[in-house]
Structure formats: structure tokens, C-alpha cells
């Protein structure tokens, strides 16, 4: 009889061992559904930032173009003026030098 409750015993410790086995493997599978989400989540949110930044990048790049030719076409816009019209550039440059030595005084 002590052998019998022995081995029911045992039977019962192995049961619940393997239940327990069981339940560790259903949170493993479960703690591994979870991170494999979070991964996702992650590289999802990863990519819309790289995109916003790409965007951004290529945003700047177009103004900073911008900003270098609008100098360069002023300039070229002007130095065409002085070639139609020389004298009339040399009468406005005489005349603006006279006004802003008048004001320096």
C-alpha cells in the first residue's frame, strides 16, 4: 500500500510537473508573439522616421539650392541692366554714393 501511495504520489508530482512545463511553454510562445509584435511596432515606427527624415533632407536641399541661385540670378539680372543701359547705371551709382555720403556726415 506505501508503494502504491508512492507511486500516485509520484504520478501526481509528474502530472503537475508537465502541466507546469506546459504553462511555461504557453508564456514562452506567448512572451515570443509579444516581442515579435513589439519588433514590428518598433521597425514600423523606424521606417516612418526615416521616411520623415528623408523627406525633411530632400526639403532643405531644395531651399539651400534655392537660396545659392537667388543671389547668383539677382547678380546676373543686375549685371544685364548695366550692359543695356551704362550711363544710366553710372548716374544711379553716382547719385546713390552722393545720398548715402550726405546721410554719413
Known amino acids: 500500500m ?29 512572451a515570443s508573439a509579444g516581442a515579435d509584435y513589439a519588433a514590428q511596432a518598433a521597425h514600423r515606427r523606424i521606417d516612418q522616421a526615416a521616411t520623415g527624415a528623408t523627406a525633411a533632407a530632400d526639403w532643405l536641399s531644395q531651399k539651400a539650392g534655392d537660396y545659392t541661385r537667388a543671389p547668383q540670378a539677382a547678380l546676373d539680372s543686375a549685371c544685364e541692366t548695366i550692359r543695356a543701359r551704362p550711363l544710366v547705371s553710372v ?10 555720403g550726405r546721410l554719413a556726415r
Open 2 to 30: 506505501a508503494d502504491e501511495m508512492k507511486l500516485q504520489g509520484n504520478s501526481r508530482v509528474q502530472g503537475m510537473a508537465q502541466r507546469a512545463h506546459g504553462y511555461v511553454d504557453q508564456a514562452r510562445s506567448g
Open 91 to 100: 548716374g544711379i551709382a553716382l547719385a546713390a554714393g552722393y545720398i548715402l
